[in-house]
């Protein structure tokens, strides 16, 4: 098992941001109502796992392609692959043997889709805003 200093703390900020993120909610996803666990799931494994720092702050393409619109144009399958196996020829390292994102890989690919399906907007699940504000906590 990795013990390095850094894979430790990737590991403690994900379940900080797994224990926050909540149980499933059968609420109705969108900007008002609580996201479903899978999805406010996805939203902290990405977070976590830092995928903004070649996907873009929205995971919408910076140094790499746009999430939201590779999932949107194309196969579950293909995303589930380009994470485990990479795309060496692009950049993109395989996590195969990150078995923490193998293990988030369908709360991943359930934030994404809501997102491409437009049914909830980039950003912080409401949840984590103050409610006096709006503000992020």
């Known amino acids: 098992m990795n013990r390095s200093p850094s894979h430790i703390a990737r590991r403690a ?15 109705p996803v969108g900007d008002d109502a609580d996201w479903p666990g899978d999805v406010r799931r996805g939203w902290a494994a990405l977070r976590a796992f830092d995928c ?37 020829t692009r950049g993109m390292p395989g996590y195969r043997s990150q078995d923490a994102v193998v293990a988030e890989l369908d709360a991943m ?27 992020p906590r």
């Open 52 to 88: 903004a720092r070649c996907h873009g702050r929205d995971h919408r393409g910076w140094s790499a392609p746009d999430l939201v619109a590779a999932v949107r144009d194309g196969s579950r399958e293909r995303f589930m692959h380009s994470v485990r196996e990479g795309e060496i």
């Open 13 to 27: 900020a994900l379940a900080v941001l797994l224990g926050w993120a909540g149980a499933a909610h059968a609420a």
């Open 109 to 135: 690919y359930a934030y994404l889709r809501a997102r491409a399906e437009g049914v909830i907007a980039a950003g912080r699940p409401p949840s984590a805003r103050t409610p006096e504000t709006g503000a």
